[in-house]
T-cell receptor
Framework: DAGVTQSPTHLIKTRGQHVTLRCSPI?????VSWYQQVLGQGPQFIFQ???????GRGNFPDRFSARQFPNYSSELNVNALLLGDSALYLC??????????FGSGTRLTVV | KQEVTQIPAALSVPEGENLVLNCSFT??????LQWFRQDPGKGLTSLLL?????REQTSGRLNASLDKSSGRSTLYIAASQPGDSATYLC??????????FGPGTRLSVLP
């Protein structure tokens, strides 16, 4: 079985641009969560989706948005990029309450 | 608001030593607790998941314990090897909504 897959693996963007990150959960997992990990810190929760509905939102500005598609894949969108958005963005999937499996992440660099 | 801390922040040991990593959390009303390993620049690899009703879990040389009442978990690594060098993250699941991560313990095992 394929694990959680994220694309792209690396990305360089300019301040003010928009970015879309993608995540495909493990087959059968209906819950997808997004986390931001700044260098040297633990991951911070951004969003959780379950059955295409937003179930939780962390303390991030409205420039961050996400959605989940009927096949349970998900996109994270960030508008008006700032230098401080440079981080590793992690996606995790879960069958629901029984632990999470994380993808390898997307490394976003904003210049 | 759930807060998770990890002690020590960094640890350097010679190969073969047994070691203990500590995790503390402020709100004992958790769903489960999960320990992850992260290699530099990579995603998270799940090591052990402890449900709130469990006291410990074991996998190979790893043993994790959970004491909800005191808000503590420990990860015990037996007979450490250089390949164990990584950052170890403790994460608390707030009833399936999101993880709250600690800052991690950076482990270096010297040959």
């Amino acid at each position: 079985d394929a694990g959680v897959t994220q694309s792209p693996t690396h990305l360089i963007k300019t301040r003010g641009q928009h970015v879309t990150l993608r995540c495909s959960p493990i087959s059968g997992h209906k819950s997808v969560s997004w986390y931001q990990q700044v260098l040297g810190q633990g991951p911070q929760f951004i969003f959780q989706y379950y059955e295409k509905e937003e179930r939780g939102r962390g303390n991030f500005p409205d420039r961050f948005s996400a959605r989940q598609f009927p096949n349970y894949s998900s996109e994270l969108n960030v508008n008006a990029l700032l230098l401080g958005d440079s981080a590793l963005y992690l996606c995790a999937s879960s069958p629901g309450g029984r632990g999470y499996t994380f993808g390898s992440g997307t490394r976003l660099t904003v210049v | 608001k759930q807060e998770v801390t990890q002690i020590p922040a960094a640890l350097s040991v010679p190969e073969g030593e047994n070691l203990v990593l500590n995790c503390s959390f402020t709100d004992s009303a958790i769903y489960n607790l999960q320990w992850f390993r992260q290699d530099p620049g990579k995603g998270l690899t799940s090591l052990l998941l402890i449900q709130s009703s469990q006291r410990e879990q074991t996998s190979g040389r790893l043993n994790a314990s959970l004491d909800k009442s005191s808000g503590r978990s420990t990860l015990y690594i037996a007979a450490s090897q250089p390949g164990d060098s990584a950052t170890y993250l403790c994460a608390v699941d707030n009833y399936g909504q999101n993880f709250v991560f600690g800052p991690g313990t950076r482990l270096s095992v010297l040959p």
